[in-house]
């Protein structure tokens, strides 16, 4: 996606660091940020000028799980997120947006290789984000699709690390499967799938249980 506007803010889940490349390109970059948004890592970068530019290569390495403030290397295990086609020349100002989406939580830095008309190519610094990262609260979110046939996702958080229990049951109050039953970290979006193929349609409930705690939410399966 391409817009020809200034650049605009990101989110506080951000870091900016400016552009520089292995040799000169024909592009004059002026900012290089990333923003999260739940599951999906946002960049956005801005050119004043560019000459005979072919395109952005985007780069990403997966640097650790979300634990800490600093983002320790993975050693370089870079990864094609995909391309963006550049304005080709042009003496105006562009933004470029890319979205590399439904990534599991983690901290994950990203690059741009630029590539000329001619074949050359230069790296942009990196950029760092945190993905997934959620409040630190006990919540249970309505389940989507809702209704659904036959399956659907239940996304909830917890408020500190320790024993997650998810169940759904059916109208009469009869536990029809034990979708989750095991320890989970706090400070993460988690999502559990819930399969109804074997169940018949109706409305059922999906509880979370976490600390002597519970959340309920009604579903409806139509077959």
């Given at each position: 996606r391409v817009a020809a506007s200034g650049d605009g803010g990101t989110s506080s889940n951000?870091?900016?660091?400016?552009?520089?490349?292995?040799?000169?390109?024909?592009?004059?970059?002026?900012?290089?940020?990333?923003?999260?948004?739940?599951?999906?890592?946002?960049?956005?970068?801005?050119?004043?000028t560019e000459t005979n530019t072919y395109g952005f290569s985007v780069e990403r390495d997966f640097t650790g799980p979300l634990s800490g403030t600093n983002t320790v290397r993975s050693g370089g295990s870079w990864v094609?997120?995909?391309?963006?086609?550049?304005?080709?020349?042009?003496?105006t100002p562009r933004t470029y947006l890319f979205s590399d989406r439904s990534l599991p939580p983690g901290r994950y830095s990203y690059r741009l290789k630029t590539l000329d008309t001619k074949g050359?190519?230069?790296?942009?610094?990196?950029?760092?984000v945190e993905v997934g990262t959620a409040p630190r609260i006990f919540s249970l979110a309505q389940n989507y699709p809702n209704p659904f046939n036959p399956t659907t996702k239940v996304e909830f958080t917890i408020p500190e690390?320790?024993?997650?229990?998810?169940?759904?049951?059916n109208m009469l109050g009869q536990e029809?499967?034990?979708?989750?039953?095991?320890?989970?970290?706090?400070?993460?979006?988690?999502?559990?799938?819930?399969?109804?193929?074997?169940?018949?349609?109706?409305?059922y409930f999906s509880v979370l249980?976490?600390?002597?705690?519970?959340?309920?939410?009604?579903m409806l399966l139509i077959k």
């Open positions: 951000s870091e900016t660091r400016s552009f520089t490349t292995a040799s000169p390109l024909p592009v004059e970059m002026t900012s290089f940020v990333a923003s999260s948004q739940r599951f999906d890592a946002e960049l956005r970068w801005s050119t004043a094609s997120a995909g391309f963006v086609k550049a304005a080709g020349t042009s003496a050359s190519a230069g790296y942009s610094r990196i950029v760092d690390d320790g024993n997650v229990k998810l169940v759904i049951y029809v499967e034990t979708i989750l039953d095991r320890p989970m970290k706090a400070g993460e979006y988690h999502q559990a799938d819930f399969n109804g193929s074997r169940f018949s349609s109706g409305i249980r976490f600390n002597n705690k519970q959340l309920v939410k009604k």
